[in-house]
């Protein structure tokens, strides 16, 4: 692997992990008063351009940190929804 995926790998792994756990804060307490429903869904869309355009450049730590951090913005996009 050379450097530069590495650094894209750990760049995507810090900024995805950093979601993490709000998620499961979230998920615990069934609660997302203080998220901006607004901000759940510019950055889901934000994430999936970044993803198809990861997919159409053929730059694998750009597809995986974003179609993780998409589905991490999906469950909690679903709990902000279910539970309002």
Same mark, same amino acid.
């Given at each position: 692997?050379?450097? *530069?995926?590495?650094?894209?790998?750990? !760049?995507? +792994?810090? +900024? =995805? %992990?950093?979601? &993490?756990?709000?998620?499961? $804060?979230?998920?615990?307490?069934?609660?997302?008063?203080?998220?901006?429903? =607004?901000?759940? %869904?510019?950055?889901?869309?934000? %994430?999936?351009?970044?993803? &198809?355009?990861?997919?159409? +450049?053929? !730059?694998?730590?750009? *597809? &995986? !940190?974003?179609?993780?951090?998409? &589905?991490? *913005?999906?469950?909690?996009?679903? *709990?902000?929804? $279910?539970?309002?």
């Amino acid at each position: 692997m050379d450097t *530069i995926t590495m650094v894209g790998f750990i !760049a995507g +792994t810090l +900024t =995805t %992990v950093a979601y &993490v756990p709000q998620v499961i $804060r979230s998920w615990k307490l069934k609660e997302t008063k203080d998220i901006s429903l =607004t901000m759940l %869904v510019l950055y889901a869309v934000g %994430v999936s351009l970044w993803f &198809v355009y990861g997919v159409w +450049t053929n !730059a694998l730590p750009i *597809i &995986v !940190a974003n179609g993780i951090s998409l &589905v991490l *913005i999906l469950v909690l996009l679903g *709990i902000k929804l $279910r539970y309002r």
